[in-house]
């Protein structure tokens, strides 16, 4: 692994976090619904959650999963209705006596949501396959491929742990609290959105 290999590979990797999509806007309701320590339990399981497609990855077996004719559309179709789940809770969600938040979500709750949310995007095996196959030969250590994989996966972590620190200030998360019930709506209508694209996609083709 060389440095400049390696800072390749960072670079890619900070970009594709920094995507916005499903992941963010779930990391920023449980931020919004449950405060930083729910924010960054979910960010820290969808970093588990890339990490898994990342070292799948390394070891070749993320190439079976998007070659396949059964696994790659049921996990796209997984990740589509969960996605829709979420968002059927949030565009429901109501408030509380007096209009105060609605009910705080669990910790457990905030760990399966990040986790399964990068379970069920089973992109990032094509996304990984295809920054690896430019960065890894066959004279390349199982130790700097797992090191590759290693920094995917805390480098997803580091992003969302970041957005969780800016939105979970006291003073920013007090006045987005105060609408919280809306905020809540509007987060599971993106929800909803992304995964009717995501329905249109798979049946598409695309």
């Given at each position: 692994?060389?440095?400049?290999?390696?800072?390749?590979?960072?670079?890619?990797?900070?970009?594709?976090?920094?995507?916005?999509g499903?992941?963010?806007?779930?990391?920023?309701?449980?931020?919004?619904?449950?405060?930083?320590?729910?924010?960054?339990?979910?960010?820290?399981?969808?970093?588990l959650?890339?990490?898994?497609?990342?070292?799948?990855?390394?070891?070749?077996?993320?190439?079976?999963?998007?070659?396949?004719?059964?696994?790659?559309?049921?996990?796209?179709?997984g990740g589509?209705?969960?996605?829709?789940?979420i968002?059927?809770?949030?565009?429901?969600?109501?408030?509380?006596?007096?209009?105060e938040?609605p009910?705080?979500p669990?910790t457990?709750?905030?760990?399966?949501?990040?986790?399964?949310?990068?379970?069920?995007?089973?992109?990032a095996?094509?996304?990984?396959?295809?920054?690896?196959?430019?960065v890894?030969?066959?004279?390349?250590?199982?130790?700097?491929?797992?090191?590759?994989?290693?920094?995917?996966?805390?480098?997803?972590?580091?992003?969302?742990?970041?957005?969780v620190?800016?939105?979970?200030?006291?003073?920013?998360?007090?006045?987005?609290?105060?609408?919280?019930?809306?905020?809540?709506?509007?987060f599971?209508?993106?929800?909803?959105?992304?995964?009717?694209?995501?329905?249109?996609?798979?049946?598409?083709?695309?």
């Open positions: 692994m060389t440095l400049a290999t390696w800072l390749t590979v960072v670079t890619i990797c900070i970009l594709g976090a920094m995507s916005p499903p992941s963010l806007a779930l990391v920023l309701k449980q931020t919004l619904s449950g405060g930083r320590r729910n924010g960054m339990i979910t960010a820290v399981s969808h970093g959650g890339i990490g898994v497609y990342a070292f799948l990855s390394i070891l070749g077996l993320a190439a079976v999963i998007t070659t396949s004719p059964t696994v790659f559309p049921a996990l796209q179709w589509a209705l969960y996605l829709a789940w968002g059927f809770k949030g565009i429901t969600a109501k408030p509380a006596q007096n209009n938040m009910e705080i669990t457990t709750s905030a760990a399966r949501d990040g986790f399964l949310m990068a379970f069920f995007n089973p992109k095996a094509v996304f990984f396959l295809a920054l690896f196959s430019q890894i030969g066959t004279d390349t250590s199982l130790l700097a491929k797992a090191g590759y994989a290693a920094t995917a996966l805390m480098i997803d972590t580091g992003w969302y742990l970041i957005v620190w800016l939105f979970s200030n006291p003073k920013w998360l007090a006045a987005l609290r105060r609408r919280a019930v809306w905020f809540e709506r509007v599971g209508a993106v929800l909803v959105a992304l995964a009717g694209r995501l329905v249109a996609g798979i049946l598409t083709g695309k």
